[in-house]
Structure formats: structure tokens, C-alpha cells
């Protein structure tokens, strides 16, 4: 069991949509639907309930669900983690302006500002 396949669960599992999911995940349909049967497969338990109108969670899904998110959110929390640790964190300034704004304000200082700190990264947009 992969993580994407925690996430692939979870998506379903909000939506009560294999359709919905898919669409939230940006996959095909049939794909998700295959990996959430692989994921069933490999764990030994059925997590939904499907019919041809309805999806809803088993009382295994349920369960599972809990941990899974608490899963998804706990790697996020360790890979940020060891980003900060090793100062590859990066910070992001987001702008939109006019071009002749930008041009003339912002992108002279864009090279200082990454010299000045690796971490820090411009992106502007006219």
C-alpha cells in the first residue's frame, strides 16, 4: 500500500464518488476504480459499499478513513519536517501587477532578493 493510494481512498470516500473523486484527483475514472479495488485487495477488506447509484463506506471504511487522513496529514507534517531542517523550505512571493509596474518595481529586485536568500523565490505575473 501506497500513500497515493490513501489519498485516492480519501477522495472517494469525501465525495461518496468514484466520479467526484476522479475528477478531484484529475484521473479517469476507471483508474481510481481500479486502484481502489487494488487497495481493497491488498488490505483484505472491503471498504465501500457500491451499487449502481450509490458508494458509501463500509463500517471498515469508516475506520479506515480516520487513520487514513491522519496518515496523509502526519507525512506532510514529516516532509515538511525535514525540508525546514535542511533549509530547503522555500517562501514564495506571488504578484500580479501591470506590466509596466512590475518591469519598473519588481524584477530589478528579483535577482538580489534570490542571491540574497536562496530560499526566497519571486514570481510575477502581468
Known amino acids: 500500500m501506497e500513500l497515493r493510494h490513501l489519498r485516492y481512498f480519501v477522495a472517494v ?22 486502484q481502489i479495488k487494488d487497495l481493497e485487495e491488498t488490505i483484505g477488506v472491503r471498504l ?3 451499487s449502481k447509484r450509490r458508494v458509501s463506506l463500509t463500517e471498515e471504511g469508516k475506520f479506515f478513513l480516520a487513520d487514513a487522513k491522519r496518515v496523509l496529514a502526519h507525512s506532510t507534517e514529516i516532509v515538511q519536517a525535514v525540508q525546514r531542517l535542511n533549509g530547503r523550505e522555500r517562501l514564495a512571493l506571488i504578484s500580479a501587477t501591470s506590466r509596466i509596474f512590475s518591469t519598473a518595481c519588481f524584477r530589478p529586485a ?4 534570490s542571491a540574497r536568500s536562496p530560499r526566497f523565490r519571486s514570481i510575477f505575473s502581468t
Open 13 to 34: 470516500a469525501d465525495a461518496l464518488s468514484f466520479t467526484k473523486g476522479a475528477q478531484k484527483l484529475r484521473l479517469a475514472q476507471p483508474s481510481l476504480t481500479r
Open 110 to 113: 528579483s535577482p538580489h532578493s
Open 48 to 50: 465501500f459499499d457500491r
